[in-house]
């Protein structure tokens, strides 16, 4: 099983709201991964866990916030956030962080902020 | 930051085509992954390369991981309608996160 879920599908959030992205996956997959698409643009990456621990934080807005409670799960925190973060979120896991493997993505949340 | 070419832009072809696109990177990786993305989408992973000249085949796919490490091709054989949409590579240097190409947007005609 080569699958990563990611709730909700679609989300449309005011500029005052707070919401959470939710992703999970049962691989046993020690690498988790938050990216940004823009509508013909590849995935921007934003943040990477490792062994739970944030390793990697491309200098994404504070208005966006990563956890990671478990190997399993992996959230995005939102808050505040502008119309022009309206775009595709991804989330992706491989085995580990850097080492050569393969990467897979979920199905994304469209966010549409107003 | 590192960028990867990807080439062609774009391409339109009729059913029944093979298709070649490429990717090509100033750095040298240690794996090459090929994607394909529907609108809306995540991306699939089609084809995953490890070793500089792997040939690898899925259906009517082929990925090769180019000699000098610093390029890979996705050739497609005889496309489908199925086929369109966008076709993104990922190269992962040593030691450092999966960088994407800009992609290659097919479309099939019948």
């Known amino acids: 099983d080569t699958e990563v879920t990611q709730t909700p599908k679609h989300l449309v959030m005011g500029m005052t709201n707070k919401k959470s992205l939710k992703c999970e996956q049962h691989?046993?997959?020690?690498?988790m991964y938050w990216y940004k698409q823009k509508a013909k643009k590849p995935p921007e990456l934003m943040f990477v866990y490792s062994y739970e621990k944030l390793s990697i934080n491309e200098s994404v807005p504070s208005r966006f916030s990563p956890e990671c409670p478990n190997s399993s799960l992996l959230n995005l925190h939102l808050h505040a956030l502008q119309p022009e973060d309206s775009a595709l979120y991804l989330c992706?896991?491989?085995?580990?962080?850097?080492?050569?493997?393969?990467?897979?993505f979920g199905p994304g949340t469209r966010l549409t902020v107003t | 930051g590192q960028q990867l070419n990807q080439s062609p832009q774009s391409m339109f072809i009729q059913e029944g085509e093979d298709v070649s696109m490429n990717c090509t990177s100033s750095?040298?990786?240690?794996?090459w992954l090929w994607y394909k993305q529907d609108p809306g989408e995540g991306p699939v992973l089609l084809i995953a390369l490890y070793k500089a000249g792997e040939l690898t085949s899925n259906g009517r796919l082929t990925a090769q991981f180019g000699i000098t490490r610093k390029d890979s091709f996705l050739n497609i054989s005889a496309s489908i309608p199925s086929d369109v949409g966008i076709y993104f590579c990922?190269?992962?240097?040593?030691?450092?996160?999966?960088?994407f190409g800009p992609g290659t947007r097919l479309s099939v005609l019948p």
């Open positions: 992706a896991s491989s085995q580990e962080g850097y080492g050569p493997y393969e990467q897979y």
């Open positions: 990922a190269g992962r240097p040593y030691g450092q996160n999966f960088v």
């Open positions: 691989m046993g997959h020690r690498a």
């Open positions: 750095s040298i990786f240690n794996t």
